[in-house]
């Protein structure tokens, strides 16, 4: 699986921002896709996930109300709508496909990331 992801820039805050974030490869095998973020100095955090076919969601708190995340299967595509931003949305944000395979030998769990998009929120 290869995520590649776009649309990050320099916006105001209070602006708004929609990430895309492009699968290939075996995206059949793909059962939750996610995006984190990671500020300079910190850790890399969960900003919000979505299972397939988009049934279930998850957000972070401190994007709850202000984010939505979506999929469009047809195309292999998740987005991340990005509204209100605030100065503190500053980071790298990173797309995040999970993987879970049932073999004989058990049940295995992988995960792929993208390179990552910079989002910088100005005050």
């Known amino acids: 699986v290869q995520l590649v992801e776009s649309g990050g820039g320099l916006v105001q805050a209070g602006g708004s921002l929609r990430l895309s974030c492009a699968a290939s490869?075996?995206?059949?095998?793909?059962?939750?896709m996610g995006w984190y973020r990671q500020a300079p100095g910190k850790q890399r955090e969960l900003v919000a996930t979505t299972t397939t076919g988009g049934g279930s969601t998850n957000y972070a708190d401190s994007v709850k109300g202000r984010f939505t995340i979506s999929r469009d299967n047809t195309q292999n595509t998740m987005y991340l709508q990005m509204t209100s931003l605030k100065p503190e949305d500053t980071a790298v944000y990173y797309c995040?496909?999970?993987?879970?395979?049932?073999?004989?030998?058990?049940?295995?769990?992988?995960?792929?990331w993208g390179q990552g998009t910079q989002v910088t929120v100005s005050s």
């Open positions: 995040n496909a999970g993987v879970v395979v049932d073999t004989l030998s058990g049940r295995y769990n992988y995960n792929y």
């Open positions: 490869g075996s995206t059949f095998s793909i059962n939750t």
